[in-house]
């Protein structure tokens, strides 16, 4: 199945209503932002799935999930990954970080990880490279942010590193293709900030 079909597949096979608080989830099929707590959102749907049709994933793949929240995304990627990959959700807010590892645990997918971000450091450049990187975090007031992920990135001649995220409310795609970089646009979203630091404004 090729790539957009596997996006609807993910979406079918991973209910959003199972990463929203319990009040919010008669509101999972609303195509809007739903509020998780800690001033951050479950995505838009139609967001994430744009997102992750940038992003191609494939079975096999390690995937960097940067803002995971409430979990749903990376249990997404993990859909598209397969038992083959690896993903890592990486969170800010350690009470969020905590409940989407929860969630994430019910979904049955034991090779996708939740765990705390540490704080100062943007993405996981401790396991790097990976094969792509999502951002579910506007990373306008963060420029440099952009460059500290794209250095996560592989550079596999056959399957090229790819970073998705917004930045200043524009859907960004940077592929790394044996050391350059390839930046392209790709329409307007609305996301939080990106921050590196729990106390830092949002």
């Keep these: 199945?090729?790539?957009?079909?596997?996006?609807?597949?993910?979406?079918?096979?991973?209910?959003?209503?199972?990463?929203?608080?319990?009040?919010a989830r008669s509101r999972a099929a609303q195509d809007v932002p739903i509020l998780i707590g800690h001033g951050q959102t479950s995505s838009q749907p139609r967001s994430v799935a744009d997102m992750l049709r940038l992003l191609d994933v494939h079975p096999g793949h390690r995937v960097l999930d940067v803002g995971s929240g409430s979990?749903?995304?990376t249990a997404l990627l993990a859909h598209?990954?397969?038992?083959?990959?690896?993903?890592?959700?990486v969170e800010l807010e350690p009470d969020l970080a905590r409940?989407?590892?929860?969630?994430?645990?019910?979904?049955?997918?034991?090779?996708?990880?939740i765990r705390t971000a540490v704080p100062g450091v943007l993405g996981d450049p401790e396991h790097a490279p990976w094969d792509r990187i999502l951002v579910s975090a506007d990373a306008g007031a963060l420029?440099?942010?952009?460059?500290?992920?794209?250095d996560q990135l592989g550079d596999e001649p056959r399957d090229p590193?790819?970073?998705?995220?917004?930045?200043?409310?524009?859907m960004t795609?940077?592929?790394?293709?044996?050391?350059?970089?390839v930046t392209t646009h790709h329409g307007h979203y609305r996301f939080v900030p990106l921050r590196t630091h729990p106390d830092a404004p949002s």
Aim: proline share 9%; charged share 15%.
């Design 71 to 73: 979990g749903w995304t």
């Design 80 to 89: 598209l990954t397969g038992p083959t990959g690896e993903v890592l959700g």
């Design 173 to 181: 795609l940077v592929v790394r293709e044996t050391g350059s970089l």
């Design 99 to 113: 409940w989407g590892a929860a969630n994430l645990a019910g979904e049955g997918m034991p090779w996708a990880t």
């Design 1 to 23: 199945m090729d790539g957009p079909d596997r996006v609807a597949q993910a979406f079918a096979d991973v209910p959003r209503a199972h990463f929203l608080p319990r009040g």
């Design 143 to 150: 420029p440099e942010g952009l460059a500290q992920l794209a």
């Design 161 to 170: 590193g790819r970073l998705v995220l917004p930045v200043n409310g524009t």
